[in-house]
T-cell receptor, first 113, second 115 residues
Framework: DGGITQSPKYLFRKEGQNVTLSCEQN?????MYWYRQDPGQGLRLIYY???????QKGDIAEGYSVSREKKESFPLTVTSAQKNPTAFYLC????????????FGDGTRLSIL | DAKTTQPPSMDCAEGRAANLPCNHS???????VYWYRQIHSQGPQYIIH???NNETNEMASLIITEDRKSSTLILPHATLRDTAVYYC????????????????FGQGTILTVHP
């Protein structure tokens, strides 16, 4: 079945440590996105990529980095510069046409030890 | 992107239709209406979207008023598994621009389906 796979489901980070969240899709979608969700809040866009080897900052990119070397993969690195990284991270993908809906993975919950 | 207004919560009896309203009075001509739902600790699930015409798929129906200032999501036969937070989102559907791709999720409507 086609879909979006995020791993791991739960992740723990020590202070000062970088961690990378994986996002893989087999939907042949051109565009991919990373969102952050805090308890009781809506989603906020971190980064997005419309095509391989290109990505753009979203609303809250500080402290995060991404790469898009393959169409299927869009990993997110939470760096030590992100002061409040504890959150639920969601990856999404969509076809290139702007009106097409985004489809989401099941998320990674990141916590600070 | 236009802002949306939804009631914070609604109840529905199992087997009955659930009608979830959304107000988007400042919607522009090139903005689509999207509906998603989110069950606790899962990613949002896409339900349906539309521009002007009413839409129906295997999950739900979307009714958009003629002036496009409001819409209603209809779950025809609600089940207990439809209990979730439902989000109505209005989004520009043209390429480019700083808001390209961004889905702005508000607080949504907590739908509780009871036996």
């Amino acid at each position: 079945d086609g879909g979006i796979t995020q791993s791991p489901k739960y992740l723990f980070r020590k202070e000062g440590q970088n961690v990378t969240l994986s996002c893989e899709q087999n939907l042949n979608h051109d565009a991919m996105y990373w969102y952050r969700q805090d308890p009781g809040q809506g989603l906020r866009l971190i980064y997005y990529s419309q095509i391989v080897n290109d990505f753009q900052k979203g609303d809250i990119a500080e402290g995060y980095s991404v790469s898009r070397e393959k169409k299927e993969s869009f990993p997110l690195t939470v760096t030590s510069a992100q002061k409040n990284p504890t959150a639920f991270y969601l990856c999404a993908s969509s076809p290139a046409a702007p009106s097409q809906p985004q489809h989401f993975g099941d998320g990674t919950r990141l916590s600070i030890l | 992107d236009a802002k949306t207004t939804q009631p914070p919560s609604m109840d529905c009896a199992e087997g009955r239709a659930a009608n979830l309203p959304c107000n988007h009075s400042t919607i522009s001509g090139n903005e689509y209406v999207y509906w998603y739902r989110q069950i606790h600790s899962q990613g949002p699930q896409y339900i349906i979207h539309g521009l002007k015409n009413n839409e129906t798929n295997e999950m739900a129906s979307l009714i958009i008023t003629e002036d496009r200032k409001s819409s209603t999501l209809i779950l025809p036969h609600a089940t207990l598994r439809d209990t979730a937070v439902y989000y109505c989102i209005v989004r520009v559907a043209t390429a480019g621009g700083t808001s390209y791709g961004k889905l702005t999720f508000g607080q949504g409507t907590i739908l509780t389906v009871h036996p």
